[in-house]
Structure formats: C-alpha cells, structure tokens
T-cell receptor
Framework: DADVTQTPRNRITKTGKRIMLECSQT?????MYWYRQDPGLGLRLIYY???????NKGEISDGYSVSRQAQAKFSLSLESAIPNQTALYFC????????????FGPGTRLTVL | GEDVEQSLFLSVREGDSSVINCTYT??????LYWYKQEPGAGLQLLTY?????DMKQDQRLTVLLNKKDKHLSLRIADTQTGDSAIYFC?????????????FGRGTQLTVWP
C-alpha cells in the first residue's frame, strides 16, 4: 500500500463549485504540505502544517484553505473554484529526523471548466 | 527569497551520461535534493546531499556539490530510456521553517534510443 495517498486522482468541476482534495499518510510524519504543479513553473507551495494546531501559508495560498484533521490527514479546499486553478496538486509529508526529506503522493489532476 | 534554477530541457542518447545542473542562491543551504517525476506520477526522491559534502555516489547516480559556486549537479551514468522524466532540484536552508523546501522548475530529460 502507498504511504501517501490522495483522493480523488482526477476531478473535473465547474467554476464556482467547492472542491475538497484529501491526503492521508501512513508514514507517521508530523509535517504535511500541499503543492500545485503547472507546466514550466515547477512546484509552488500552497500551505504547510507541522501538526494539527499549526497551519502556515505558502507562496500561493489565495483562493485555497486547508484543514489538518489529524496527524495523518491534511485536506485542501477550493471554496469557489476558478479556471486558473486547473493544475496538478500534490500532497507531501516529511519528518525532521530524516533530513526533512519530503515524500509525495501520486497527485490529483484538477480541471475547472 | 530563495532561488533555485535549472535548465528546462536535456536530450541524450541511450548509453551516454547525462548531467543535470542546478544553481541556488542561498549560501545557508543545509540539504540539497534531487527528485524524479515520471509521467503521470508524483515526485520520487532520488538522493540528497548534506552541504558539508562535495560528492555522493549511489549506483549510476553521482551528485556533485560546489558550495562556493552554489552549483549542484546530478550525473546519470549509462542513461537508459527509463530515465526519461522530469528531474527537480530542491534545497533546504537554515532559515527554512518546518522543513520547507525550495524547488527548481525541473529539467525534462529525454533519452533517445
């Protein structure tokens, strides 16, 4: 079984809809991250979290929100999706004891029409 | 802010060596990482190097770090078609909160048979 899972893997939605992307991990890591990937732009950090009480904004948090429901779960919400949020979204986890090496989920491809 | 730069494309013939280069600006970098992304997949950690090292070898992979020039490279010996992927350089520095990594835009490696 995969250590970092993301659901759904693919989603097509319409402008204005609320969308939630979910991430779960079995690695026991305390740190979790959400990134988006756009062609030619690499990875950009949306939000990151140290534990359930700690949430931090990344470079591009506008239009997104997150919830750390448990150490193993970190969800990303788009309250009112817009077309320029069409992208590939990745969740990652890390543990400080492992040189902060980040382990990535398989990604969610989101299309906003 | 932190800046990590990579060239966007590299093409090599099967059996040749590939060298993917990366430069970074933050002199307080503590760890530097190489990730591989195959089509339709998440990022997979290939290797990382601590900033007090100048070389690390792992089978066909050799990482060279020139801390003075802030230059990192990944050499893949005997490149195979299965090595075709996007390769991301990332760095963590002493100022990084919660293990935040800074990624380059990725280098698309194409291996020709």
């Amino acid at each position: 079984d995969a250590d970092v899972t993301q659901t759904p893997r693919n989603r097509i939605t319409k402008t204005g809809k609320r969308i939630m992307l979910e991430c779960s991990q079995t690695k026991g890591h305390d740190r979790m991250y959400w990134y988006r990937q756009d062609p030619g732009l690499g990875l950009r950090l949306i939000y990151y979290s140290f534990d359930v009480k700690d949430i931090n904004k990344g470079e591009i948090s506008d239009g997104y929100s997150v919830s750390r429901q448990a150490q193993a779960k970190f969800s990303l919400s788009l309250e009112s999706a817009i077309p320029n949020q069409t992208a590939l979204y990745f969740c990652a986890t890390a543990a400080r004891e492992q040189a902060d090496t980040q382990y990535f989920g398989p990604g969610t491809r989101l299309t906003v029409l | 802010g932190e800046d990590v730069e990579q060239s966007l494309f590299l093409s090599v013939r099967e059996g040749d060596s590939s060298v993917i280069n990366c430069t970074y600006t933050d002199s307080s970098s503590t760890y530097l990482y190489w990730y591989k992304q195959e089509p339709g997949a998440g990022l997979q950690l290939l290797t990382y190097i601590f900033s007090n090292m100048d070389m690390k070898q792992d089978q066909r992979l050799t990482v060279l770090l020139n801390k003075k020039d802030k230059h990192l490279s990944l050499r893949i010996a005997d490149t195979q078609t299965g090595d075709s992927a996007i390769y991301f350089c990332a760095e963590k520095n002493r100022g990084s909160t919660l293990g935040r990594l800074y990624f380059g835009r990725g280098t698309q490696l194409t291996v020709w048979p």
